[in-house]
């Protein structure tokens, strides 16, 4: 498969992120940052190639599941979100961070970085729609992700070149910035949860180590 070759599946697009990146992750060649973001863009998503991945469990914060580990270029993973929830405002550490809507809504909501003088300020709010892809990297600003709706979930694909597992989070009144932890973790079985949708038992089929805490 080229990289003229819309990817059809999930597996597909895996495969021509490695292609497009090479032997590195993203960096400051945007011509690729580019090409990743239009593979992103023109994969369309297709249920059965992520709802392996999309486990949630009822009553906990949204979770971040490893898809691919990018050969240590980046990591690709599913994050779901429950209804009203959304994260906290932060940053990416310096790395090209890519969100696809997969399934549901999110609403983006962009803000300047914090000064001395100066609180969070939102600068602007955007509405994703199903299969757009939305791109931030610390020289834009900082983000928060919201589920907007009140009775259906929403689940996304975030592509994060160099992958991290520490990022910083912001108070939204006085713009103070703690360290967070922003890993995630693969899933051992991941069919072991795909029974309904999104939703996963919480006694037998999902383990309190695969409970991803996430930023």
């Not at 691919?68 to 990416?92: A, C, F, M, R, T």
């Not at 051992?188 to 180590?209: H, K, Q, W």
Request: proline share 5%.
């Amino acid at each position: 498969m080229t990289l003229e070759t819309p990817p059809k599946t999930m597996q597909d697009l895996v495969g021509l992120l490695n292609q497009a990146m090479g032997d590195s992750a993203l960096g400051d060649n945007m011509e690729t940052v580019r090409k990743v973001k239009q593979l992103m863009r023109s994969y369309i998503s297709q249920s059965q190639d992520w709802a392996q991945y999309a486990v949630y469990q009822e009553g906990s914060r949204y979770t971040r599941n490893l898809v691919d580990d990018g050969n240590g270029k980046y990591n690709l993973l599913i994050l779901v979100w429950g209804e009203g929830q959304y994260s906290p405002i932060h940053d990416h550490a310096g790395s090209h961070c890519m969100m696809k809507l997969l399934a549901g809504k999110l609403d983006e909501e962009l803000y300047s970085w914090p000064t001395k003088t100066t609180s969070m300020q939102m600068r602007r709010r955007a509405s994703m729609a199903t299969d757009s892809v939305a791109y931030m990297h610390d020289k834009i600003g900082l983000h928060r992700i919201a589920n907007p709706s009140s009775g259906e979930k929403a689940v996304s694909l975030h592509l994060y070149s160099p992958p991290y597992q520490i990022c910083k989070t912001f108070d939204e009144q006085t713009g103070q910035a703690q360290v967070s932890s922003c890993a995630a973790k693969r899933l051992d079985r991941p069919d072991a949860c795909n029974r309904g949708i999104y939703t996963c038992p919480i006694p037998s089929a999902l383990p309190n180590n695969h409970a991803i805490t996430s930023i």
